[in-house]
């Protein structure tokens, strides 16, 4: 059971538009939410995370949302670059389950067109 | 440079043949872990440690198993590789919980045939 699912493997956005991609969970005990970047032949590192206390975090070009009724959230990158092209994985913890382990999902796939 | 070192970075290898991929940490982390990366699946979790002699299992543990005899390393074993592990390992570090944001090595792509 696929509790973290990030619907669109992938995406392509013109350089200086909005990038968003979206995460849908499944799982109502989660209550943090993170989302990693991927280049080729790296290993992924940390973006920005969001408790579920919150529904807006904001670090510079990118936001995250949460909707908790939704059970969804979304990473805005504002404006593109081209080095934003890259895997994005969302990953989401219920505090306290399992020493706080996080689920990935499968990543999008994110194409900033020149 | 706070880094995860990974080694090797690639390997090509037969059934059956064991084989330990090493982690070393240089930033005291206490919580390291072992993802396996495979195409249409995301990362799952393999083992994970959350500190010296701490281990426990993650989603995906059959044919691995790990150690955490000092805090800087995590070495992934395959006793006995097969084929379904063909994959791309990595291993990660954070401060001390899992979701605390997560030091990735930069990955080692096995192969086995």
């Known amino acids: 059971d696929q509790q973290v699912k990030q619907n669109s493997p992938s995406l392509s956005v013109q350089e200086g538009r909005i990038s968003i991609l979206n995460c849908d969970y499944t799982?109502?005990?989660?209550?943090?939410f993170l989302w990693y970047k991927k280049y080729p032949a790296e290993g992924p590192t940390f973006l920005i995370s969001?408790?579920?206390?919150?529904d807006k975090n904001e670090d510079g070009r990118f936001t995250v949302f949460l909707n908790k009724s939704a059970k969804h959230l979304s990473l805005h990158i504002v404006p593109s670059q081209p080095g934003d092209s890259a895997v994005y994985f969302c990953a989401a913890s219920a505090v306290g389950y399992r020493d706080d382990k996080i689920i990935f999902g499968k990543g999008t796939r994110l194409h900033i067109l020149p | 440079e706070a880094q995860v070192t990974q080694n090797p970075r690639y390997l090509i290898t037969v059934t059956g043949k064991k084989l330990t991929v090493t982690c070393s940490q240089n930033m005291n982390h206490e919580y390291m872990s072992w993802y396996r990366q495979d195409p249409g699946l995301g990362l799952r979790q393999i083992y994970y440690s959350m500190n010296v002699e701490v281990t426990d299992k993650g989603d995906v543990p059959e044919g691995y198993k790990v150690s955490r005899k000092e805090k800087r390393n995590f070495p992934l074993i395959l006793e006995s590789p097969s084929p379904n592990q063909t994959s791309l390992y990595f291993c990660?570090?954070?401060?001390?919980?899992?979701?605390?944001?997560?030091?990735f090595g930069d990955g080692t792509r096995l192969s086995i045939l």
């Open positions: 799982n109502s005990m989660f209550d943090y």
């Open positions: 969001i408790s579920s206390i919150k």
């Open positions: 990660a570090s954070s401060l001390s919980r899992g979701n605390q944001p997560q030091h």
